[in-house]
């Protein structure tokens, strides 16, 4: 049976699907050069959020080689304010990503949506692992992983073509026995 699409509220956001209604927006802080840098797009367009949208069967949530846009929402306004990627790669793991709209970053806002979702990831939906992967020159991503206490597994060096030259990416992991000890 496949989990339904998550509904997660804390202090300040909500994590819902991705909305229509959300997809101006969604498009418009992913075309800001700095959301883009270490992201696998360059230009975002409307249309380009329009596709992934419709490319989106939330019926199938928790489908193994999926992956699913979740929204992070503003509680009181219900503004997105960023979105979280969650790839299920087989049963027992999963993949995150996540992007945070610039004026809403350094606020604390992606530690606790990224707290969210570990939660709802290893908790209820019982995963073993979770990953994320990330440009070694992204500074912040690697710090907000660190903070939920991720670990640095690997360092690929050169592994990725990426706009233009060859780049370094890292793989963090954690476990839910980790997560269980140390965020419970």
Known sequence: MTPMTPNLKTKNIV????????????AN??????????????????????AL???????????????????????????LIGDLAVHFIQDKQVEIGFTIEPRFQ????GYEALSAILDYIFLELKKH??????????????????????????????NIFFKG????????AMLGSEYKKTNV
């Open 15 to 26: 994590i819902r699907e991705l909305q229509f209604s959300d997809l101006n927006d969604f």
């Open 53 to 79: 949208f419709e490319s989106t069967d939330y019926s199938k949530f928790g489908l193994e080689s999926n992956w699913y846009q979740l929204a992070i929402v503003d509680i009181n306004s219900d503004k």
């Open 29 to 50: 802080y992913r075309a800001v050069p700095s959301v883009a840098k270490y992201q696998s797009w360059t230009d975002y367009t409307y249309d380009d959020a329009v």
């Open 165 to 172: 030259s060859w780049g370094d990416e890292y793989l963090y």
């Open 106 to 109: 350094r606020k604390g806002l």
């Open 129 to 158: 692992r979770v990953i994320a992967v990330t440009d070694t020159n992204n500074i912040s991503s690697c710090r907000l992983l660190e903070k939920a206490g991720f670990r640095k597994e690997a360092h690929y060096v050169e």
